[in-house]
């Protein structure tokens, strides 16, 4: 039988089988033998050893398609970024971390704008115009007013996505709206995988519906990716490549070189300066993090 893990705690892994429910699972010898753990989002095979308790053990990890860094989850299709269109104003600086943090491991970024109904359509169209530029996917929702919901499920579904945003963007409500119809799913989780202090602090995977998962991620306040240089930063901001033939330099870093490609398109206008200032900020945060 073939199902995902959907969390994992003190050595017990929860599986999640379409149309069968949760098995509780452990994992095989041969995988520590073999230094292999298994990660939240692994599709697995299982063998059951009680049907009616729903215990198994997992006898197979299948081929992972990526394998996140931070949060250490495997098989993510997709990465949602929520953040608020107002109250509070899109943090953008936090928004480049996670959208690079996010292309550094091969995850596609989808970016969502929620609280629509609190700004104009022209404020909305600039704000996403930022990001629509440089090549990015941009939705627009309203948790509270239903707005934009039934085109971000048809999106979400049949992938398993990492939903991440600061607190305060309405992510709780736009989750909540995602996933009306699986409390008794939600419901069998708890029952099997509260044990007191082991409750928080751990990935987990929500099953919405049929093999549609949604995972909510910790924070991303920190740029930090092992082996990541700032020489590495501008393959992240796409929008560079186009201008960077009219750099002087080879190699240009696109801070205090002189005749700069990319300086002078920020300064046309060409390039937005909101990207470019935040460029500046997480090189310098990297080059500090280096000489430390």
């Known amino acids: 039988m073939q199902g995902k893990i959907v969390k994992g705690i003190s050595g017990f892994y929860y599986v999640h089988v379409v149309e069968?429910?949760?098995?509780?699972c452990k994992a095989k010898g041969v995988f520590r033998n073999q230094n292999?753990?298994?990660?939240?989002g692994d599709d697995v095979e299982i063998a059951i050893i009680d049907e009616e308790n729903k215990k198994g053990n997992i006898e197979s990890i299948l081929p992972r398609k990526n394998e996140l860094i931070r949060p250490a989850v495997a098989n993510i299709d997709l990465a949602l970024v929520i953040f608020a269109a107002a109250k509070p104003q899109p943090n953008f600086n936090l928004l480049d971390r996670f959208l690079i943090m996010m292309e550094y491991q091969r995850v596609p970024v989808v970016i969502c704008f929620n609280k629509q109904d609190l700004v104009t359509e022209d404020a909305l169209r600039e704000i996403a115009g930022v990001y629509e530029n440089?090549?990015?996917t941009v939705m627009h929702t309203s948790a509270c007013e239903g707005q934009g919901i039934e085109e971000l499920k048809t999106l979400l579904r049949g992938r398993t996505t990492a939903v991440a945003g600061p607190s305060g963007v309405g992510k709780s409500s736009l989750v909540n709206c995602l996933q009306?119809?699986?409390q008794m799913e939600t419901g069998s989780i708890s029952k099997k995988i509260e044990r007191g202090k082991h409750t928080t602090r751990h990935s987990?995977?929500?099953p919405i519906e049929g093999d549609t998962y949604i995972m909510?991620?910790?924070?991303?306040s920190t740029l930090y990716i092992p082996g990541f240089q700032k020489e590495d930063l501008q393959q992240f901001y796409p929008?560079?490549?186009?201008?960077?033939p009219y750099c002087r330099f080879k190699g240009c870093s696109h801070i205090n070189e002189p005749?700069?490609?990319v300086k002078e398109a920020v300064a046309r206008g060409d390039i937005s300066k909101i990207r470019y200032e935040n460029y500046k900020l997480l090189y310098q945060e990297l080059k500090d993090v280096k000489k430390y």
Do not use: M, Q, W
């Open 239 to 244: 929008e560079f490549a186009v201008h960077e």
């Open 180 to 182: 009306p119809n699986i």
């Open 36 to 40: 292999i753990k298994p990660l939240v």
């Open 134 to 136: 440089c090549g990015y």
């Open 259 to 261: 005749e700069c490609g």
């Open 20 to 24: 069968s429910g949760i098995y509780e």
């Open 216 to 220: 909510d991620t910790p924070g991303f």
């Open 204 to 206: 987990e995977i929500i």
